[in-house]
T-cell receptor, first 112, second 117 residues
Framework: QKEVEQDPGPLSVPEGAIVSLNCTYSNSAFQYFMWYRQYSRKGPELLMYTYSSGNKEDGRFTAQVDKSSKYISLFIRDSQPSDSATYLCAMSVGAAGNKLTFGGGTRVLVKP | GAVVSQHPSWVICKSGTSVKIECRSLDFQATTMFWYRQFPKQSLMLMATSNEGSKATYEQGVEKDKFLINHASLTLSTLTVTSAHPEDSSFYIC?????????????FGEGSRLTVL
């Protein structure tokens, strides 16, 4: 069993719809949770960063962390074709300088 | 956010040759950098942790003699793939903690695509 599980997709939605992404994990020591967006042949770009449980909102993006269920989510409202990319969840035990454990990534396609 | 630059962005080499990839933190200092490898349609797999002024820490299953890492300064880490073979063809990405507003935030380079013929 992988430490972090993520549905690979692809997830296809019409423009304007809400995109819902999630990851489950097994290591209860994870404290820091991140979502990255990766366009083809590019490095990952940090979208959301959350410490411990709770919700965080930034523009069209909302990240949720439920440590009791070992489950994290990312919601993208009013999706745009430019949101088409692979979304990677990542998490770490410690803070600065600690290595990340990534999920496998979910490929998202937003159709105009 | 902080900027991490990688060079070259892509490289093609013959089997048996060595290839060096550079990772630079442009506007911040990084005592630690991470090197990841990503195969097509797969996630990032951590290869090693590069530590300024000391030896790198390699993940299980990663050959340290094949993937040489040097972190000679606070802004530069290099990954050298020695005696490259076609199975080493992959997307190599480095990252560094940027010391940004979020503790633990990692910034990634644009990646270097290696193709070994």
């Amino acid at each position: 069993q992988k430490e972090v599980e993520q549905d690979p997709g692809p997830l296809s939605v019409p423009e304007g719809a809400i995109v819902s992404l999630n990851c489950t994990y097994s290591n209860s020591a994870f404290q820091y949770f991140m979502w990255y967006r990766q366009y083809s042949r590019k490095g990952p770009e940090l979208l959301m960063y959350t410490y411990s449980s709770g919700n965080k909102e930034d523009g069209r993006f909302t990240a949720q962390v439920d440590k009791s269920s070992k489950y994290i989510s990312l919601f993208i409202r009013d999706s745009q074709p430019s949101d088409s990319a692979t979304y990677l969840c990542a998490m770490s035990v410690g803070a600065a300088g600690n290595k990340l454990t990534f999920g496998g990534g979910t490929r998202v396609l937003v159709k105009p | 956010g902080a900027v991490v630059s990688q060079h070259p962005s892509w490289v093609i080499c013959k089997s048996g040759t060595s290839v060096k990839i550079e990772c630079r933190s442009l506007d911040f200092q990084a005592t630690t950098m991470f090197w990841y490898r990503q195969f097509p349609k797969q996630s990032l797999m951590l290869m090693a942790t590069s530590n300024e002024g000391s030896k790198a820490t390699y993940e299980q299953g990663v050959e340290k003699d094949k993937f040489l890492i040097n972190h000679a300064s606070l802004t530069l880490s290099t990954l050298t793939v020695t005696s490259a073979h076609p199975e080493d063809s992959s997307f190599y990405i480095c990252s560094a903690p940027g010391g940004g507003r979020n503790t633990g935030e990692l910034f990634f380079g644009e990646g270097s695509r290696l193709t070994v013929l």
